[in-house]
Nanobody, 122 residues
Framework: QLQASGGGLVQAGGSLRLSCAASGRTFNTYSIGWFRQVPGKEREFVAAIGWDGGTTDFRDSVKGRFTISRDNAKNMVYLQMKRLKPEDTALYYC?????????????????WGQGTHVTVSS
């Protein structure tokens, strides 16, 4: 199971760190991704990290602003978001994939956590 947390309300230009907590002993065999969704739109890829942290991937609009990291000893993945923009407002989900490397394809993810809301005010 996955549980995302850390969302909230922040002004444009601010920062937030999202956390994804995982249960289970196989966490370190999965890549983890972050996706986001706004009402009326499809869920979109944000960032992903491979099983050992050796690979990462980001959607173009967050490159240079977001970083992703993981601590396999704690079964945690973090999404550090900086210089936030109003268009980053969404419900953010973390998900697990059996792909070892970071992957941005939604279809590759088999387990999803509940979302955490991020609201960026202008």
């Amino acid at each position: 199971q996955l549980q995302a947390s850390g969302g909230g309300l922040v002004q444009a230009g601010g920062s937030l760190r999202l956390s994804c907590a995982a249960s289970g002993r196989t966490f370190n065999t999965y890549s983890i991704g972050w996706f986001r969704q706004v009402p009326g739109k499809e869920r979109e890829f944000v960032a992903a990290i491979g099983w050992d942290g050796g690979t990462t991937d980001f959607r173009d609009s967050v490159k240079g602003r977001f970083t992703i990291s993981r601590d396999n000893a704690k079964n945690m993945v973090y999404l550090q978001m900086k210089r936030l923009k109003p268009e980053d407002t969404a419900l953010y989900y973390c998900a697990a994939s059996r792909w070892l490397a970071a992957t941005g394809r939604l279809q590759n993810y088999h387990t999803w956590g509940q979302g955490t809301h991020v609201t960026v005010s202008s």
